[in-house]
């Protein structure tokens, strides 16, 4: 559109004049001529090229004898092969499509529409027909597929439609609707392929910075479809050509069920989904094709100190790899396709990666845990898979829970709860949670069932390292018996699930729950000599103890440690302080990126003969998968350190995109084809407990950890649907949301209701004042004193300035009730405000264009 303006706009008054007539008949033309038209129509060549009005987007579609899009541009990049995009069946082991060898057929072009009618395919007696339909609009094409199917009909495959990228580096990846994502580089032999239930895909290049956004929604309301289904494959090279990158999606009335066991990935073929049975009728589906620019549609807002690009890309990559399908949640990888029930940190991945579609995809994979994988007794099956090749005998169910082979696994317990609760801090959605009670209480209550005397600590199934069983998440370390880390992580999902109890409104579970973890609690700071986990000679905590009383794992085992303090179960300081301190000198004398499991071996009889010589596997190399409770009992006693070891690992992200399941100690050098997604709990742990973003039910909790060069950064987050923008210095930080902006010591919280927002003092669960500003006045409120306390009688001070005039609607909750309360203000005013019986105050204030005005709210002496 401006090479068409530009001359015009040099020429003389009269012409300027002329200017509005002439740009209805040029721009007319552009439209309906000039080769950049939205929908322009080659008779000659039997092509019609589509733009969406941005010209972001645009694709050439092909209609003579055949009906295909042979060229799509993206942001000014071709990115599909010769083959380009098409519809199809397979009817047995023979493809009909649309691309090429059929009738041609029925054009009717308007100024944004296109339809495409008769095109049919397939066997002679059972042709297939369809019309697509076009539609243009400014940031976006949509196209509709009415398919219609002769007769009920088996298919081996359906391409509705299938897309052929041109090369297997057209895309980094695809961020997918389950929250997911498909990564080429892990597709690097000819055949491979990677499916999943979701119809919604973003292709994205970080270099060329584009993106193509696809996604497909079955038309419910015509026909039959339901479900939509993807599958990419790395096609094998034909000749010298390229091997093409291909995306081939499905709609169907019933879900695809995978054909081989529960395999989402294959290495060596492509056939991921069964044959189904295409009802006769029509199907439709509606894909909207959007051409992004990436950075922008994945702002994480400006970083200071650390590189925002590796952090957008480390969450997009690694984290997402966890994901393997529609209510298939974990962080090991759809490569080798385990799940590990026990592990904690998949909400909490949730929390870093604000994705709408990972939250609920989690929420569902949390349900149906709750179905399949937790027993009557309480028991929650370790591990997924989509074979048994890792179970213990007899333990593998249909839907693919099973027991690990190398013992009963028994943090399964607390991280199944754990997870669940920090949903619903996602969420807030207690009926959600509520679906979640009785199972959770029944996970949690098998190991109560375990408990020792009156001690709180729990008993694992094992009573020595001599049965040769693993107990937790290291499967091949025979911690037995009184296992720290399992009491740990216990105690960590106690105090949450009471909190969930106390939402779900039960405050005698609540307190009952919270009785257990505060005897644990005293029982795990015990020295080891009465029973406890602490080693006074040592100053650190022990792994475990077997039930003849010996003590094992006292090698400075880092996740027993860090877990201690991470959890809150080890509050001392003085305890903190020695563990960090200790364990950061060694990291110093070995020059390590990242934390080991130990720094010197474990017993020979503590461990598999495996992890034998030290260091190697579970005794002592590095796993990455811990790093968010190391950061945060980091960044609890010294946020410079817990920063450092963000950098080191998102310098390792950048030299080896972090693609192996662990380090190896001695070179550092990445092992393992199980390529764990854990990997990015760094993070994660940078986002919980160094940037401090914590969701709660009811409000955003801020609670940073600072160190100064993170000065400076300004992140962008949505919780809720509800977009926050945080500022962060160790000076004061902010959160600004509906052009409010509160600054306020942290820890605070921040919510939004009825067009006011409210500020939560502390993190405390009650909010304390709420303000509505006039329309578009932009309002900043400096909270200087508040005490979330409600006995408390200290004054509430804030100061407050509007950046333009208007009326301020305000409520302070949270006061005595019925009470009387001055409010003095620096404008020097003096009012006299009564508590209602629900201890709360409203009143408004006219505040003037850029004059502060601070405020004091005290309680009346009589
Ligand atoms: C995409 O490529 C595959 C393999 O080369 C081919 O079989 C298929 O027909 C192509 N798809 C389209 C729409 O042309
Ligand atoms: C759908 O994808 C498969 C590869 O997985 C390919 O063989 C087939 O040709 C594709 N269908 C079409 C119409 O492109
Ligand atoms: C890919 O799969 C096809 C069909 O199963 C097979 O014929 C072909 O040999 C495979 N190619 C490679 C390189 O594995
Ligand atoms: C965060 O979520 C919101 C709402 O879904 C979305 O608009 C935004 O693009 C997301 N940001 C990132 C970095 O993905
Ligand atoms: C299960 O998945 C793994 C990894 O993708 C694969 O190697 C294995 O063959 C699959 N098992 C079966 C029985 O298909
Ligand atoms: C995660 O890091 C481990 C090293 O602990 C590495 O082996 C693995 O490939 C990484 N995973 C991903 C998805 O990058
Ligand atoms: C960070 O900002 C605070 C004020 O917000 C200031 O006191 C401190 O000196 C700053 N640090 C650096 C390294 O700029
Ligand atoms: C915020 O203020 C701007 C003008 O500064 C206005 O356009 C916008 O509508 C306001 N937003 C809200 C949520 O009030
Ligand atoms: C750093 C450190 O304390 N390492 C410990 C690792 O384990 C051995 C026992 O196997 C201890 O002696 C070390 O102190």
Redesign the pocket.
Known sequence: MPSVFIPLSNTTTAAFILLPTLAVVLGFLWRRRGPEAIIYHDATKDTITLTDRRGHLSLRLRYGQSCVIEQAVVRGRQVLAA?GA???IKVGDR?Y?S?AAIHTPRLLITSSTLAVSEIAFGPPNALVTETWLFKVEKDRITWRIDRTYPQDMVLD?V?FP?W?FTSMTTWTGGILGTGGVVLPKYLENPNM?YGVHSGAVTFWNRLANDALRIVSTPVSSRGQARHCTS?F?H?PQLGNAVSEF?Y?ATVSHDELQPKYNLNRFLGDR?DLWAPFTARAGEQSVEISLQALDYKKAYNRGTFKGLDGGSIRELLNTVARYGVIDAKLVGANGWRTGYICLHEPFFAQIASALNDSNYDANLAKCLDYERDHAIESDGRVLARWKNDSVDAMAGTYNRYGFYEAQWGFLLDSQPDYVTNVVQQFYISGDVKWLAGQKEACERALEYLIRREVDDSGIVTVLTDSRLQGKGSDWYDIVWASYKNAWVNAHLYNALTLWADAEEALGDNAKAASYRAFAARLKESFNLPIQQGGFWDEKNRMYVYWHDKDGSVHGDNTFTGVNFAAISVGICDDAGRRKAIIERIEADMEKEGLFYWPSNFTTFADDEVASSNLPFPKYENGDIFLSWGALAIRAHALHKPELALKYVRNVLKRYDEDGLSFQRYEREKQNGAGDDILAGNCTAIVGLYRDIYGIQPRPNRLLLDPHLSPELNGTQLLYTLRGQEYQIDLSTGGSSITTENVTVEAPCPFGISVSDAAVQYFPGDGKEWGLSVRPANSQELNIQVEAWESNLASVSPRRWTETAMATGKVAHEVAGLQPNSLYTLYSSRDTKTSLWADDSGRIQFSSLLNAKSPVSCELVLAKY
């Open positions: 083959t098409a519809s199809g493809w499509t691309r495959d391409a299938s052929n392929t599958r494959s096609q291909t081939n492509q």
